[in-house]
């Protein structure tokens, strides 16, 4: 059963940066696109961004240029480098593993998810 754990969430002030991880078990991770969605309080859950088993690199536009994913398909952990945090990055972050083709911000198109971490940014 594939399961995956995020970690590095904290607090942290405006303009600073946290680094988050994900580790993926019980499958074969270089088969899997890895995704970060996020849900803040009262909205709904939003696309963050995704890399491929080749990869590519896609961004949710409000991260676009600070925020970078990357997965090293040696040694597992999909990892998400936040800088320039803004207050509005304020969220539960989640991983999520799948095969989803062009429609990578969908999602029901992710086989797996993590529980979260918590990402908060003080103003």
């Known amino acids: 059963q594939v399961q995956l754990v995020e970690s590095g969430g904290g607090l942290v002030q405006a303009g600073g940066s946290l680094r988050l991880s994900c580790v993926f078990s019980?499958?074969?991770?270089?088969?899997?696109?890895m995704a970060w969605f996020r849900q803040a309080p009262g909205k709904e859950r939003e696309f963050v961004a995704v890399i491929n088993y080749h990869d590519a690199t896609w961004y949710g536009d409000s991260v676009r240029g600070r925020f970078t994913i990357s997965r090293d398909n040696d040694r597992n952990p999909a990892s998400l480098q936040m800088n320039s945090l803004k207050p509005e990055d304020t969220a539960n972050y989640y991983c999520?593993?799948?095969?989803?083709?062009?429609?990578?911000?969908?999602?029901?198109?992710?086989?797996?998810w993590g529980q979260g971490t918590q990402v908060t940014v003080s103003s």
């Open positions: 019980g499958g074969s991770f270089i088969n899997y696109a």
């Open positions: 999520a593993a799948g095969q989803p083709g062009s429609w990578y911000r969908m999602q029901h198109e992710y086989n797996y």
